[in-house]
């Protein structure tokens, strides 16, 4: 598994952006997910795939819809040769001001996990045809820019969100809803430095109490916090990122497996050929 920042920018004056996306068959990247700071509708146009988030896999369609919160891990393989996507971002400020009790029930269906909730919401159902229409509109608002397009745009958005408000049911207390997501967020956030720490050292020796500096906390913590969040060990989460990287030299280079094991930060081939023959065939 590999954990990255999506770093996307989005315009101060107006943060959303929506856009067609083909993802190809041979730039899957099995094994890494990554997350980012703002919301996310995505429908699938033509194509077949899986999303990944928080663990749980979705056969994805065409027709099919998914969306993600800001703080929630997803990846993506494609089935076919390439998918074909529509893909609406926007952050939570976009939709809600801070202070604006009203307009925190736009975010419900980002923010509230009920029982019921999926991040999918499959062609078979009402509010996936719905939404996608609505964001066919969006998309021709996007890319004409005629007069007030911002606010159409804005007041479209806001009609999407209120169709998924209706098909998710509310459970929990708003304060234990936003409590959720403001603690993930946090733990997210404080992971980010070790992520970035993780994925520019992989290659050399590169122990917990390094890791754990970079974050500033000691390593025991550190090592309990890392595996709550991410739910892999400190050093299982190095191996699989250093057995992934020796697999895309596999099949990109003709680097020998000794040459493609020091390249990836093994220094013990008997050692590397355990884990990658375990790792691999899984």
């Given at each position: 598994?590999?954990i990255e920042?999506?770093?996307t920018k ?5 943060p959303?952006?929506i856009m067609?996306?083909?993802?190809l068959?041979?730039d ?7 997350w980012?700071s703002?919301?996310?509708?995505t429908?699938?146009r ?9 663990g749980?896999k ?8 998914i969306?993600?919160?800001?703080v929630e891990?997803h990846?993506w393989t494609?089935?076919?040769d390439s998918?074909d ?6 952050p939570t ?9 009203f307009?925190y ?7 509230e ?5 999926r ?10 045809h719905e939404?996608a229409?609505?964001m ?7 890319s004409k820019?005629g ?5 159409m ?6 009609r ?5 408000i ?8 708003e ?7 403001t603690?993930?967020k946090r ?7 070790a992520?970035?720490y993780i ?8 122990t917990?109490e390094?890791v754990a ?8 913590y550190f ?6 969040v991410?739910s ?5 989460y190095?191996?699989q ?5 020796a697999?895309?030299l ?5 680097l020998?497996?000794?040459e493609?094991?020091?390249?990836c ?7 590397f050929?355990?884990?990658?023959k375990k790792h691999h065939?899984?």
């Amino acid at each position: 598994m590999m954990i990255e920042k999506d770093t996307t920018k989005l315009d101060a004056k107006f943060p959303f952006r929506i856009m067609n996306q083909t993802l190809l068959k041979k730039d899957n990247r099995e094994e890494t997910f990554h997350w980012h700071s703002f919301c996310e509708i995505t429908y699938v146009r033509k194509g077949n795939g899986h999303y990944f988030v928080n663990g749980v896999k979705y056969d994805m369609g065409e027709g099919d819809l998914i969306i993600f919160n800001n703080v929630e891990l997803h990846g993506w393989t494609v089935l076919d040769d390439s998918m074909d996507l529509v893909v609406m971002i926007f952050p939570t400020e976009f939709v809600s001001a801070p202070a604006a009790m009203f307009d925190y029930d736009y975010l419900r269906p980002f923010i509230e996990r009920g029982t019921n909730f999926r991040n999918k919401i499959g062609s078979d159902e009402i509010a996936a045809h719905e939404i996608a229409l609505i964001m066919d509109d969006i998309m021709e608002e996007w890319s004409k820019q005629g007069v007030g397009y911002q606010l159409m745009i804005k007041a479209q958005v806001l009609r999407a969100l209120t169709l998924l408000i209706r098909y998710y049911q509310k459970t929990g207390s708003e304060q234990e809803n936003r409590g959720g997501l403001t603690e993930k967020k946090r733990s997210m956030k404080r992971l980010e430095e070790a992520f970035y720490y993780i994925n520019a050292h992989y290659t050399e020796k590169i122990t917990l109490e390094e890791v754990a500096g970079s974050v500033f906390m000691s390593p025991n913590y550190f090592s309990t916090y890392f595996k709550k969040v991410t739910s892999l060990g400190f050093s299982d989460y190095v191996t699989q990122l250093r057995i992934k990287k020796a697999e895309e030299l596999e099949k990109t280079t003709d680097l020998n497996m000794a040459e493609i094991a020091a390249a990836c930060g093994f220094h013990n081939m008997s050692n590397f050929y355990r884990l990658y023959k375990k790792h691999h065939v899984q």
